[in-house]
Nanobody, 120 residues
Framework: QVQLVESGGGLVQAGGSLRLSCAAS????????MGWFRQAPGKERERVAS????????VYADSVKGRFTISKDNAKDTVYLQMNSLKPEDTAIYYC?????????????WGQGTQVTVSS
């Protein structure tokens, strides 16, 4: 079993920055892909960014391109989300997730989430 624990959320003013971390623990961790998702009140969950664990290719939602950067540290089994130029519409609970295999239909493991609030 894999456990994912997010940290780094908080309250920030518009234009500010935050860095989220997601640390994995449990059995040997070697996912196919890691992702950051977010869900704002009354809205559907949105994939923000993802990164391939081997190789590091990344994908971003259009809403965060140029502002957010996903990265990883394989030695620490940790994935990060650097968020710059934050906007009030970025306010949400942010979750990290792991997809074990290329053939997986969905992300199998999820963290508990960390709140990000951006004030105007």
């Amino acid at each position: 079993q894999v456990q994912l624990v997010e940290s780094g959320g908080g309250l920030v003013q518009a234009g500010g920055s935050l860095r989220l971390s997601c640390a994995a623990s449990g059995r040997t961790f070697s996912p196919y892909r890691m992702g950051w998702f977010r869900q704002a009140p009354g809205k559907e969950r949105e994939r923000v960014a993802s990164i391939r664990w081997s190789g590091g290719s990344t994908v971003y939602a259009d809403s965060v391109k140029g502002r957010f950067t996903i990265s990883k540290d394989n030695a620490k089994d940790t994935v990060y989300l650097q968020m710059n130029s934050l906007k009030p519409e970025d306010t949400a609970i942010y979750y990290c997730a792991a997809k074990q295999s290329y053939y997986s239909d969905a992300y199998e493991y999820w963290g508990q989430g960390t709140q990000v609030t951006v004030s105007s």
